[in-house]
């Protein structure tokens, strides 16, 4: 696992936050999803170690958390709200439409290792809704037709990248 000096600086900074060095096993995990994009398996041995607790210890977090990712992801991360008004107003079409466009299924990587396309809890924009997060930046009301447009949008910038 190779995390990046900030997050590692992060790391030994939230351990300091807690009265017991176990307490920070979720802090650590979101930290080094934040840097990796999931958790590698050479992670759950290195937090215990860090933590000095056993390795089943931080597996079990994991595990019991849906919002962590045990694979890698695309290189961009679309997330399509699932959420009440999302759902209403059409997110998972939205999110079909991601797939169709990208040749893929939700949880996946893209063939061409692009995009992974997730299904996420409201993003607190229901009044613009359905909404996506591609990475760090919110797009509102995303039918199928603005699905295409980001799409194109993310096809090309790869194109010019090769
Ligand atoms: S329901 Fe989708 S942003 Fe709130």
Same mark, same amino acid.
């Given at each position: 696992m190779n995390l990046k000096s900030a997050t590692l600086q992060a790391i030994d900074e939230v351990i300091?936050?807690? %009265?017991?060095?176990?307490?920070?096993t979720l802090p650590l995990l979101h930290l080094i999803q934040e840097d990796v994009g999931y958790i590698p398996e050479d992670a759950i041995p290195w937090i215990a170690a860090k933590l000095e607790i056993q390795p089943i210890n931080v597996y079990e977090v994991v595990t019991f958390? %849906?919002?962590?990712?045990?694979k890698p992801i695309g290189r961009r991360h679309i997330k399509v709200c699932r959420t009440l008004s999302c759902a209403l107003l059409g997110g998972y079409k939205t999110c079909a439409a991601f797939e169709q466009e990208f040749n893929t299924h939700r949880g996946e990587v893209s063939p061409d290792g692009e995009v992974t396309i997730d299904f996420v809890e409201c993003l607190a924009s229901c009044g613009t809704a359905p909404v996506v997060l591609i990475d760090d930046d919110l797009h509102e009301k995303v039918d199928g037709a603005k699905a295409k447009q980001l799409s194109d949008q993310i096809k090309q910038e790869a194109a010019t990248r090769r």
């Open positions: 300091t936050h807690y %009265p017991s060095k176990r307490s920070a958390y %849906p919002m962590f990712r045990r």
